[in-house]
Each structure stands twice: as structure tokens, then as C-alpha cells.
């Protein structure tokens, strides 16, 4: 005789099967579960990989993630320049992962292409105080006035700058002058150029992106 599956019974009376949320066999993590798997957190870690994205005259403009140049490039907008050795599977494919994208159709790229952020100024100044010239993490980096707001200073790309809340503590509502701390650099808005330099940064840890920076 084969064993009955463990049956519950709800409010009307009527068996349903039992949701223990035990694991179906090739199951990666317990239905609802928190915490993804190992195998499921480096998928998610690779997903998120840069890829660099060249216009379609070959020339650098942007740095994506390898879910969001996949995407470009199954909906026929980019193709692959360079591949990285890993793969990516779906029910019925699998596709390698791109390192290098170029867009199939040629776009004009505004001199100011970054919106005025929190994540841009970090981005901006590498994840770096600009007081103390620390990197940190950005969790541990905040934004601040270098002309303090309380003496009209703007919320703007030449008045923001990441920096620790070490730092932001001691300079508190002054100027770094009269805080008695220097300024690494004068900020700048986020250029073109700016992110040409930043792409040159990373593509030092992917060889395959060198020559298409550093010409």
C-alpha cells in the first residue's frame, strides 16, 4: 500500500495538502524563505555585474548591469562586443554573459547626462570623502553642503560632496574654511568626461573593455 500524502483540513471542512514548506526535490531554498541559496546569491551577484556600453559609432558611454544589457540585447537594441565566460540559463536557453555591449543604432549623449543624486555624487567623488579622502562604503558616506544650506547654499553638483559622518560631524552648520579642514577638490558637475574617467577605473579590472577605453 503507497503512503497517503498528509492532508489539512480548512474552515469548511475540505482536505487540502499539507504546505509544510518542506523542499521539492532540486528545490535551491524553501518557498518564502529570506536568504536565497548559494547558487541562487552568485546568480544574483552576477546579474549585477558592469558591463560597458559603447555607442554605435564603438565609442564608451555607459556603464550597465549584465541583467540590464541582456535585456538590450534580447529586445534586438545592443549586441555583444565581448563575453565573459559564465552563463546564464532559462527554461529553454542559455546565454553567455556580456561584458562589452554595443548599441545597434547611434545616440546623441547630452554633455549633462546624470540626474543631480545622492548615488551620482558618490559615483562622482569614487565613494571617497572629500575631507579626509577615506573610500567607504556608500552606507557610511552622506552628502554635504559645503556652503552649509543655513548660509544659502544650493543643493547643487558644485555644492555637494560625499562625505563620512566622522567628518560632517566636526564640520557641523560651517564652512570647511571655518572648520579648519580642506577640501580635496572643488566639486563639478557629472560630465561626459567624468564618466569616461570612471569607466577608464573599472575597465582596469576587465581587460576586455581596454580597448575601447584607453586609446
Not at 580642506?182 to 577605473?201: C, E
Amino acid at each position: 500500500m503507497s503512503a497517503r500524502r498528509p492532508s489539512m483540513v480548512d474552515s469548511r471542512g475540505r482536505h487540502t495538502p499539507d504546505a509544510t514548506g518542506a523542499l521539492a526535490p532540486g528545490s535551491e531554498s524553501p518557498a518564502g524563505s529570506r536568504f536565497p541559496s548559494p547558487i541562487a546569491a552568485r546568480r544574483m551577484a552576477l546579474m549585477q555585474e558592469p558591463v560597458l556600453v559603447l555607442n554605435a559609432t564603438y565609442e564608451p558611454i555607459n556603464v550597465t548591469a549584465v541583467r540590464r544589457a541582456m535585456v538590450l540585447m534580447l529586445k534586438g537594441v545592443a549586441q555583444a562586443e565581448e563575453l565573459h565566460n559564465a552563463e546564464v540559463h532559462s527554461a529553454a536557453h542559455s546565454h553567455r554573459v556580456p561584458s562589452v555591449i554595443r548599441l545597434l543604432a547611434y545616440r546623441h549623449i547630452p554633455q549633462q547626462s546624470r540626474a543631480l543624486s545622492r548615488k551620482n555624487i558618490l559615483l562622482r567623488d569614487r565613494n571617497t570623502c572629500q575631507f579626509c579622502l577615506r573610500i567607504f562604503p556608500s552606507s557610511e558616506l552622506t552628502l554635504d553642503h559645503v556652503v552649509p544650506r543655513s548660509r544659502g547654499g544650493r543643493s547643487s553638483w558644485e555644492n555637494l560632496v560625499a562625505c563620512c559622518y566622522r567628518c560632517n560631524n566636526s564640520k557641523g552648520d560651517r564652512t570647511p574654511e571655518e572648520a579648519g579642514i580642506k577640501l580635496a577638490r572643488k566639486p563639478r558637475p557629472f560630465t561626459l568626461h567624468t564618466s569616461r574617467q570612471l569607466m577608464r577605473l573599472i575597465g582596469h579590472r576587465d581587460e576586455r573593455w581596454r580597448k575601447y577605453l584607453f586609446y
